[in-house]
């Protein structure tokens, strides 16, 4: 009765698909593939005004002159480009 006694069978009953080494390397690719597609994009804002205040200052001149600005809204929008209107806090 001592065949009571022995354990099971813990090998598995299937050969590995690769040998060790390719295995390893395999799972590395895999790795640095799935690495690469994880970086994020550096950030680029779609609809950014232009850095430059002159050009900033042009574009607001000309919605002016086209009648999109009022006077008052052409003085603020100057005003907070330049820097001159405090955000009130």
């Known amino acids: 009765m001592l065949f009571l006694y022995r354990p099971r069978q ?3 009953p299937f050969r590995r698909p690769r040998q060790r080494m390719d295995q390893d390397r ?3 690719e895999l790795q640095q593939a799935f690495s ?3 970086q994020v994009p550096q950030y ?3 609809d950014a005004p232009p850095a430059d ?3 900033r200052l042009k574009d607001l001149a000309a ?3 086209s009648g999109a600005l009022s006077d008052e809204e052409f003085a603020a929008a100057k005003s907070r480009l330049l820097g001159l209107d405090e955000p009130a806090t």
């Open 10 to 12: 813990t090998y598995m």
């Open 26 to 28: 395999y799972n590395m």
């Open 36 to 38: 690469a597609t994880q």
């Open 44 to 46: 680029a804002p779609v």
């Open 53 to 55: 205040p002159i050009a």
């Open 63 to 65: 919605l002016h002159e």
